[in-house]
Each structure stands twice: as C-alpha cells, then as structure tokens.
C-alpha cells in the first residue's frame, strides 16, 4: 500500500513562487511514476505534470509549461513540485498521483493523496 501526503501550499500573490512536496510511505514508491494534478472550484480535474520512476522523463501540461519543475528525491521518498510565475487561474488543489496505470501524462493513477490547496491573489 502507498500513502501520500502532500505540503507546501498557501497563499502566494500572482506572479510568485510555491514549492509543493509529495512525502510518500511504501516499499515500491523507487518503481512508480509518479504526477500533480489538480482541481479548481467547480471544474474538473487536470493533469499538471508527471516524472518516470527514474526521473528521466517528465511531461508537463501546457498550461504550466515553462512555469512549473517537477522533481523526485529516492532516497528521501519525496516529490517536488515548483511552481513560479503564478496566475490567478492556478488556484485549486492539488493532488500528489502515484502508479500510472497508462500514460503518465494523465490523471489515471492507482494512488492519490488529499491533495494540498494552493491560492493565488491577484
């Protein structure tokens, strides 16, 4: 079984920075990929970005593209995500995502956290 535990969010004003981790309990965490996704108020749920088991792959949605750094230590059993450059429009929650069960690039994982709510004024 894998828990995952999400931090990092908050209030920040447009056009600052977060750093959301993603701390994860479970023997196989080193053989999963792993994502974000996230989920504004009153719409549905989006993939943000992705990294392979390794780190070598990452895939990123168009909308963070240029903005966002995904991240993943093994060895600490954590995931990061950097986000600068923050809009108004990347306010929601935000999911930490574990084991594809096809694309990385998508929300169809086996595991989720409770996700972490991150807020950006105007």
């Known amino acids: 079984q894998v828990q995952l535990v999400e931090s990092g969010g908050g209030l920040v004003l447009a056009g600052g920075s977060l750093r959301l981790s993603c701390a994860v309990s479970g023997n196989t965490y080193r053989t999963y990929a792993m994502g974000w996704s996230r989920q504004a108020s009153g719409k549905e749920r989006e993939f943000v970005a992705a990294i392979s088991w390794n780190g070598v792959r990452k895939y990123y949605a168009d909308s963070v593209k240029g903005r966002a750094t995904i991240s993943r230590d093994n060895a600490k059993n954590t995931m990061y995500l950097q986000m600068d450059s923050l809009k108004p429009e990347d306010t929601a929650l935000y999911y930490c995502?574990?084991?594809?069960?096809?694309?990385?690039?998508?929300?169809?994982?086996?595991?989720w956290g409770q996700g972490t709510q991150v807020t950006v004024s105007a």
């Open positions: 995502t574990a084991d594809a069960k096809g694309s990385l690039a998508s929300n169809d994982y086996n595991y």
